[in-house]
């Protein structure tokens, strides 16, 4: 029944099937999916497989990916919006090795983007694919831990607890103080955690022209968003749902529209601010776009930030 | 029995033919109403369209009974699908994971199927329902999850008051079955979630 | 200035290389053979073997090797090679009650059927370090020069002392043992003081959680089979808050059973079973009271461990668990942790929770900025506000 190959360039390793997964348990995973689209923002319990890589590092994500993908597509994994994190890194070897897919940086290029804690700045269009990596899928979870509670929550649509939580921010902050994984209400009808993504990218998932797909592994659920599916974040009358990001321009591209993250370049309060989305910021650079500091290194990839550290860029900089 | 011997071929390469037939079922039910090609290069048995035969192929297995009409049960297809799918053939509709049903016969009814249960709306049957063309009935506008605006399809070949039953599936949402209409190596995928509204 | 640089892929190589490099340690010490993990490291195999869920007792050797000992990495090196091998089909339950016996105690008769079998054990030796150990190539002591070890010893001293009768007779290695050798719950089974284990209607096969996800409430065979591949540690902790009242049970060690069982499976062309061999197993059932209600009779009931390998502490934690998962069935109040299904069953899975735990090493940058950003402008508006009124200070929240 199952066809198998030789992983590439790794004579010792046994043959597995094409992306690791068997044909049975893509099945499995595949009516999951079909379930997920047909019913927007609902948690389908799927048989989660043990994975080579550890539960909670996205062998969601990673499941549904395997389930999808063949050889007409092309690949992009990212983590924290950037392609060269550890993880994101880890995760495009494995496709590379199991599924010999063709992989790429580039938004627009990809067919397939497996994602934890962002959605790309630049627009997805008609027949991409987002594959989410979740960690807890349940957005009641921190209100009640048990599942057997939740699930009667969301069959009654009874969201009052989630409502009061949001409130007793407003009461306490003077606004809601949930920064991430922000939670959403999908057609009117399922509350859905939309992963723990920043609010800034909350937007994005309503009336998207591409598929939204969530793997929650260690959780066994999978949930999804077909395109042009409407999407509202949790808010009141009086305190409306806004996003919020760092209030600066990216430092090496000057974008005022994107999600930043700060690095700290000294021990007296120096710091700068960079996309989160490595590929964006490459894109914008590359068209001549400089922010505060990318005048001098704009065609350095160097700059891009990512998980690997911080390290002087000339000696004696300080 | 004849049909025990003359089995046709299923996917000569599972692996790769079932990823590109599962893709163009995402499409279907992720974009209702569009018409997607499911070709897995399947001769399909007596009683089925090519579409029905790669779909159940490629998401049926011992874990998902199916239900046929009698006629397919009994004949050829049911044969095929034992064989193929290792799946068992059930004689009660509300038992099927999936289910295959005339478009132009008056029986079962949308209602006969499991349609999922509170907790677990997805334990619903998909059902898939055989069309003489997707275009030529009268026309029927869809809006939804999966749909920009609207969407219209023609689909036809369709019992009278079908569209009725698709409507009052929605209106159990989000229990219900999911639909896939087949017709030739075509599907058009109609979800619970798709609202059903006549032509302006 | 500084600025962040990539390392990707390279790096990622690098820290392959690193832990090679850690795991052989000094190589001027002699590579320890997966031979001599498996066979002189028996127990820590087995606990590999229940928490990777496989039956196997060289790549457990060979798990423990590549991890460097580390039990839960191993486990879960077991679990990732298990999930790609393919099916042939059930076994046919196991019977213990043939079990060849290594070893078997009783806590709640003092002599029964097949008497008490001592077996390799810890219990009754004192934890002295036996630095002989130390002396590679000397002669071989067992656990100590403690001679009340092996069960050797003459069966009067020990008879008197009281806690375990020993028959030189049941020594295993000097004199066959009893062949009957009765489970003590069947014992009381056949008084009718023992709840009887009936099967669910049509004796369905058991759920397998590896391929099915899991819902609540969840079943006996869903509890046991967690149980049997959950985290020793948690699996200890918890049996031992239902001892310390966290949890109603009086729990009594009705048996603990060590030793080899035969695994037969019905080919499906060949329609009757074949033997596929042997596997050794640690059973415990426990016997716990149960008061009765007014459609049952008072009577004992069960708690149940099953454990591969010599796994005394991992069977008799998850049976004191297993009782006390049973507060639904006997429609006692559930009201601490190891009563609590979803609870256990959720948190008993150590490659689950180790990978949770540690990912939160992964970046986590972009949810910690959109934090940094809101603590900030929370904070900037106290202080608008609080300058802007200076006398009223505002209402803390609770």
Redo the contacts between chains.
Sequence with gaps: MTVHQTLPGDETSPAYNYAYLDEQTKRMIRRALLKAVAVPGYQVPFGSREMPLARGWGTGGIQVTAAIIGPQDTLKVIDQGADDTTNAVSIRRFFQRTAGVATTEATMDATIIQTRHRIPETPLTEGQILVYQVPIPEPLRFLEPRETETRKMHELEEYGLMHVKLYEDIARHGQIATSYAYPVKVEGHYVMDPSPIPKFDNPKLSGNPATQLFGAGREQRIYALPPWTDVVSLDFDDHPFETSKAPHDCDLCGAKDSYLDEVITDDEGGRMFVCSDTDFCAGRRAEGHEGRLGGDQKSSKTFANSFEGIWPATAGAR | MATDTLIGAGFT????Q???A??A???A???PGTPQAVSGGVAPPEGLHAATATTLL????Y??PIWLPTALRDGPAGAWLRFHCGAALVEEPRRA?FAVIDGAAPAPRLTDFDPGS?????R?T?IIVQCAAFHGGGTVTLA?????TRRDIAPAGLRPGFWAEVAGNNAA??LGV?LLLAHADGVIGL???TQIGKAA | MYVAVKGGEAAILATHERVAEARRGDAAVPEISVAQIREQQALACARVMNEGSLYDADLAALALKQAQGDVIEAAFLMRAYRTTLPRFGSSEPVDTAQMAIRRRVSATYKDLPGGQVLGPTYDYTHRLFDFALMDEGAPSVMVGPDPTISGREGASSTTAAGDARVEPEHDGLHAPLDARMPRVPDILGAEGLMEPEVAPEGDPRPFDLTREPVSFPADRDVRLQAMARGDEGFLLGLGYSVQRGFGGNHPFVGEIRVGEVSVEFVPEELGFAVDLGEITLTECQMVNQFAGSKDVPPQFTRGYGLAFGHSERKAMSMSLVDRALKAREFGEAAEYPAQQDEFVLYHSDNVEAAGFVEHLKLPHYVDFQGELELIRRIRREREARLAAEPETLPEAAE
């Design positions: 390469d599972p692996v790769f079932s990823q590109a599962f893709r079922l995402l499409v039910l992720s974009e490629t998401l049926a297995d874990e998902t994971a509170d907790q677990f709306p997805d619903s998909t939804g999850p999966g749909i920009a949402y989000p999911d979800p619970r979630s």
